[in-house]
């Protein structure tokens, strides 16, 4: 599966996909190094904070490429995995700044933790262009949180769509 195509192996990618749509169709995905996991679960968010912490910044693109290419057809798949690429953003910078770790290591009390130390909290004094800068970042990640709690192929049961509240 982690071999490319190439003119001495020119059926490789057909037989590549074929697997990745069997797999997608029990909502299994293929991760390197031959890894079969639920689609969007957490290992790749163990995998995604490594390559965070190491700044593996090629890996990190092939993970938001990964989330991209699942759009179509299979967008729950997508929603997580685009959760746990900011969720392993957030944690990599909560342990990199020495920050308290919160007890719910979900997108919303993670991203909370973050945007109080970098100050992206919005200031009434600030210019509106900039509240509405700082209150989109915040929208954008509240809404991942919550379209993954909806439609995402993390197990529902262990999320509440009260993780997901966000001040802005």
Known sequence: MDQEVSDLWPHVGADQERIRASLATNQLSYQTNG?????????????????????????????????????????????????????ALCKTYIEIN??????????????KVVQQHLGLNVDHTLQDDQKRILQGLASIVDGVGAYRTHIGSAPIAKMSIVDYNIDI
């Open 98 to 111: 020495r920050l308290e770790m919160p007890a719910k290591q979900t997108i919303g009390p993670l991203w």
């Open 35 to 87: 890894f079969i996991t639920l689609a969007g679960s957490s290992p790749a968010a163990k995998t995604l904070a490594d390559y965070f912490k190491a700044r593996d910044f090629a890996s990190i693109e092939a993970e938001f490429g990964r989330a991209i290419s699942q759009i179509d057809r299979d967008p729950h798949a997508a929603i997580t995995a685009s959760s746990a690429i900011i969720e």
